[in-house]
């Protein structure tokens, strides 16, 4: 049961790794096909392209911030839970 439910869970991203060795063409085919040659040019468009080290900035920019937050008012809660008696 435990192996059916790892493959259950691993198969979308099993599926969507080899969707980035597509084609562009292939992409947007009805169904899922296994048989196709994979290419390396989806990678070499977005790491050439100038602005993926600021996407990525901005990705660890808001995904910090949003932890800090998260983390701040998680602590607030916490204290406030284990400080006071409810009924």
């Known amino acids: 049961m435990l192996t ?3 493959i259950v869970c691993a198969a979308p991203i099993a599926i969507m790794f080899a969707t980035s060795f597509k084609e562009q063409n292939q992409l947007f085919q009805t169904g ?6 994979p290419t390396l040019d989806n990678y070499r468009e ?3 392209e100038g602005s ?3 996407y990525l ?3 660890l920019v ?4 949003s932890t800090v937050i998260t983390l701040l008012l998680g602590c607030m ?4 839970l284990a400080r006071h008696r409810f009924m």
């Open 4 to 6: 059916a439910l790892a």
């Open 32 to 37: 899922l096909t296994f048989l196709f040659v």
């Open 46 to 48: 977005v790491l050439g």
């Open 52 to 54: 993926f080290a600021r």
């Open 57 to 59: 900035g901005n990705s």
């Open 62 to 65: 808001v995904g910090i911030v």
């Open 77 to 80: 809660a916490a204290y406030g």
